[in-house]
């Protein structure tokens, strides 16, 4: 705007005299074909890289889910641009992935642009939520439910490894447990009301120093309302108007208590549970290594890895963690690129 039309006008913050000249926003390249159905992961932490772990999980979902168009978001960083410090080792350069998983599709993301327009924007450019001890994690929270909202499909957090197709299941959340509401993994057709809620919401109730008052409780909150329930049990497909709420054993099987499970050697969980094989038993490493955990059933979709409290658990590639067993047949190509303790 210019002259006197642009002295009446006041930014999203309600400044008065703003002159910056607005860019046209700048569409990302998502698919909305019905044929491939989308999902997203989200990186905001600016660095523009994925770490081994995080890789696995982009990996894990593209190679079981090959008609998924598997958005990666990086936010506030240029992809890869850190590659060439003294910790390469430990990154995977996501254009790598798109070279070898066509339906990878890693993209740079400008949150000015991305955001106008919505109801985030006046949130992200007029408070102080950077000042916030989880603002990282809280931009990731009100991101997915904007990204759904925009365009529908998957929403997958980077500490979830995925061990099957997940295409099958569509509008749903998974529960951490039975007490506790997850929202690391959503999914929500394209117009679901119950993203445009969680927006809404988002704008409406933040909490900068709450953890999961901007993820999980806000879905709780959302999915009380509209499922007209007040207990996690009572919230099944009738109730809830065609949206499932998927049991703890889809995509987190195991709890952030037990995560011996997943990074432990199985001699060590053998002994954790101080059970001795009998005579029909053998310790050999060779039994171990084919010896399937007794909670890792055929309904595991995926597990959340829990990076926040597990990123400090190194990972052998001649260890016979469980971990390393499924990073193994479920990411094969990064594991190839991955250093020998990750």
Not at 212 to 230: E, F, Q
Not at 280 to 295: C, F, G, H, L
Request: aromatic residues 10%; charged residues 20%.
């Amino acid at each position: 705007m210019s002259g006197r039309q642009q002295q009446q006008t006041a930014d999203v913050c309600g400044r008065p005299n703003c002159t910056r000249n607005c860019p046209d926003p700048v569409q990302i390249p998502i698919s909305l074909d019905d044929s491939r159905a989308n999902a997203f992961f989200l990186e905001t932490s600016g660095s523009g890289t994925l770490n081994i772990r995080q890789a696995c999980a982009v990996e894990s979902l593209a190679f079981h889910n090959p008609n998924l168009i598997v958005n990666v978001l990086f936010v506030g960083g240029q992809i890869n641009a850190g590659s060439s410090s003294s910790s390469s080792s430990w990154i995977v350069d996501a254009r790598k992935l798109a070279e070898t998983y066509a339906n990878i599709h890693p993209i740079d993301l400008d949150l000015d642009e991305y955001l106008a327009g919505s109801l985030l924007e006046k949130w992200y450019h007029c408070t102080d939520w950077r000042k916030g001890p989880y603002h990282v994690s809280h931009l990731s929270d009100g991101l997915r439910f904007l990204t759904l909202n925009k365009y529908g499909g998957y929403y997958f957090d980077l500490d979830v490894l995925i061990l099957q197709s997940v295409t099958q299941f569509r509008n749903f959340v998974a529960l951490e447990n039975s007490k506790d509401m997850g929202s690391g993994v959503i999914h929500a057709d394209l117009g679901s009301p119950l993203m445009a809620l969680s927006v809404q919401d988002f704008a409406a109730n933040y909490s900068a120093g709450l953890w999961t008052h901007n993820g999980p409780l806000l879905l709780l909150r959302v999915l009380r309302r509209w499922c007209n329930v007040d207990d996690l049990q009572s919230m099944d497909y009738i109730r809830c108007q065609g949206f499932h709420v998927l049991p703890s054993s889809s995509f987190c099987p195991v709890h952030y208590t037990q995560l011996g499970r997943l990074f432990d050697n199985q001699q060590q969980q053998q002994q954790r549970r101080r059970r001795r094989p009998d005579n029909n038993e053998t310790s050999t490493d060779e039994t171990i290594m084919t010896t399937r955990p007794e909670w890792l059933t055929d309904q595991v979709l995926g597990i959340h890895t829990w990076n926040k409290l597990s990123y400090n658990r190194p990972i052998h590639k001649n260890s016979t963690q469980t971990y390393n067993r499924l990073a193994r047949h479920h990411c094969p190509l990064t594991y190839s690129l991955a250093p020998h303790v990750f």
